[in-house]
C-alpha cells in the first residue's frame, strides 16, 4: 500500500501541477450549421423551418491541461417546438479532445477530434381526465372536473463522432471569436427507439455524415 | 451654530478603491480571508476598482500580457498534441473531397 502511494503522489503532483500551471477554462456560446435530412420527421409534424432543422444551438467547455492541449465537453441541440403538439429535441453531447497553435498573437488555429454520444427525443404534453382521481377529490368536496398533465416521450440515443478544423481570433486575452468547418459522424438506427420501456421503430431520418459549421463566441477565465 | 457645523470639511481622506484595504487582505502577500461582513463591500471595491482608469490600465497591461504568454507557449506544436492536428485535418479533407467525387 505504501509502495502504491510512494508512485501514486509524485503522479498526482505532476498532473495537477500541470493543471493549474497551465489552467485556462474555456467557455464557447455559439451556433452551428448543418445539413441532417428529417424529411420524415417534418412530414410526420407537418411542420418545418430552416431554424428547426439546421441550426444548432452550441455550449462547449473546454479545460486546457498541456501547452497545445484542451480536454472537454460539448452540448449542441436542436430544436423543433410545435404549438400545443409535439416537441422534438436533438441533443448532440460531444466528448473533446483539442489541439492548438498560435500562428500569430491573436489568432489560433483549433484541431478538434471528439466521439459524441447523442440522443433524440420526441414528447408531447397531454391532458387527460381520470374517474379515479375525479371520484377522490369529490370525496373531499370538490366539484368539477379535474384534470391531470403529463408527457409522453419517445427517445434514442446513438454513437457518433465528430472532427472539424477551425480558426479563432482573441479580441482580448479572455474574449475570442471561433469559427470551425468540420463534420459529424452519427450511428443511428431507426429501430433502436424506446418507448416507455418498449422498443419501437421511429422515424427514418439520415444522420449518417453530416457537414458541419460552428461560430461561436469563446469566454477565457 | 448649525451652519457652522455644516461647513466644516470632513476630516477624512478618499482611498482609492484599487487600493482599499480589504483587496490588500485578500490580494496582497498575506492572502487572509474575508469575513461575511466583508465580503460586499470587497466586491463594490472590486467592481469599483475595474472600472477606475487604475483599473482599466492594469486589465489592459494583464491582457497584453496573457496574451504574450500564451502565444510564447502555444505557438508551435508540442508532443501529442501535433498527432491530434493531423488526425483531425485529414478527416475532415478526406470527408470534403469524399462528399465531392
Known amino acids: 500500500m505504501l509502495r502504491m502511494n510512494q508512485k501514486l503522489f509524485p503522479?498526482?503532483?505532476?498532473?495537477?501541477?500541470?493543471?493549474?500551471?497551465?489552467?485556462?477554462?474555456?467557455?464557447?456560446?455559439?451556433?452551428?450549421?448543418?445539413?441532417?435530412?428529417?424529411?420524415?420527421l417534418n412530414e410526420a409534424f407537418?411542420?418545418?423551418?430552416?431554424?428547426?432543422?439546421?441550426?444548432?444551438?452550441?455550449?462547449?467547455?473546454?479545460?486546457?491541461?498541456y501547452y497545445n492541449t484542451r480536454v472537454g465537453i460539448g452540448s449542441w441541440n436542436s430544436f423543433h417546438r410545435l404549438?400545443?403538439?409535439?416537441?422534438r429535441r436533438f441533443t448532440y453531447r460531444v466528448f473533446i479532445l483539442e489541439s492548438f497553435y498560435y500562428p500569430h498573437e491573436a489568432i489560433e488555429f483549433n484541431f478538434l477530434l471528439a466521439p459524441m454520444w447523442n440522443s433524440c427525443d420526441i414528447s408531447i404534453g397531454?391532458?387527460?381526465?381520470?374517474?379515479?382521481?375525479?371520484?377522490?377529490?369529490?370525496?373531499?368536496?370538490?366539484?368539477?372536473?379535474f384534470t391531470f398533465k403529463s408527457t409522453a416521450i419517445m427517445n434514442s440515443s446513438w454513437f457518433g463522432f465528430t472532427s472539424s478544423i477551425?480558426?479563432?481570433y482573441?479580441?482580448?486575452?479572455?474574449?475570442?471569436?471561433?469559427l470551425r468547418i468540420g463534420f459529424t459522424k452519427n450511428f443511428y438506427n431507426k429501430e433502436k427507439w424506446k418507448y416507455e420501456g418498449e422498443t419501437i421503430i421511429g422515424p427514418g431520418i439520415k444522420l449518417d455524415a453530416l457537414p458541419l459549421l460552428r461560430l461561436g463566441v469563446v469566454f477565457v477565465r | 451654530m448649525v451652519g457652522i457645523l455644516f461647513g466644516q470639511e470632513a476630516d477624512t481622506v478618499e482611498v482609492h478603491p484599487c487600493d482599499s484595504p480589504l483587496l490588500e487582505q485578500k490580494k496582497g502577500n498575506e492572502k487572509r480571508p474575508l469575513k461575511l461582513s466583508?465580503?460586499?463591500?470587497?466586491?463594490?471595491?472590486?467592481?469599483?476598482?475595474?472600472?477606475?482608469?487604475?483599473g482599466?490600465?492594469?486589465?489592459?497591461?494583464?491582457?497584453?500580457?496573457?496574451?504574450?504568454?500564451?502565444?510564447?507557449?502555444?505557438?508551435?506544436?508540442k508532443s501529442f498534441s501535433s498527432t491530434c492536428a493531423y488526425c483531425a485535418t485529414v478527416m475532415v479533407v478526406v470527408f470534403y473531397l469524399s462528399s465531392i467525387f
Not at chain 1, 404549438?83 to 416537441?87: G, I, P, R
Open chain 1, 170 to 178: 482573441y479580441i482580448k486575452s479572455s474574449l475570442g471569436l471561433d
Open chain 1, 11 to 40: 503522479i498526482l503532483m505532476i498532473f495537477f501541477a500541470t493543471l493549474n500551471g497551465q489552467s485556462k477554462l474555456h467557455i464557447q456560446l455559439g451556433s452551428g450549421y448543418y445539413e441532417p435530412n428529417l424529411a420524415v
Open chain 1, 126 to 145: 397531454i391532458e387527460n381526465t381520470n374517474a379515479n382521481w375525479s371520484d377522490l377529490l369529490s370525496t373531499f368536496g370538490n366539484t368539477g372536473t
Open chain 1, 166 to 168: 477551425g480558426i479563432r
Open chain 1, 83 to 87: 404549438k400545443d403538439s409535439f416537441n
Open chain 1, 46 to 65: 407537418g411542420d418545418s423551418s430552416f431554424f428547426s432543422t439546421n441550426i444548432l444551438l452550441n455550449f462547449t467547455a473546454t479545460y486546457q491541461v
Open chain 2, 56 to 77: 482599466k490600465n492594469a486589465a489592459n497591461i494583464q491582457d497584453v500580457r496573457n496574451k504574450k504568454m500564451t502565444y510564447k507557449d502555444a505557438q508551435q506544436f
Open chain 2, 38 to 54: 466583508q465580503m460586499l463591500p470587497f466586491t463594490i471595491n472590486v467592481i469599483k476598482c475595474r472600472f477606475s482608469e487604475r
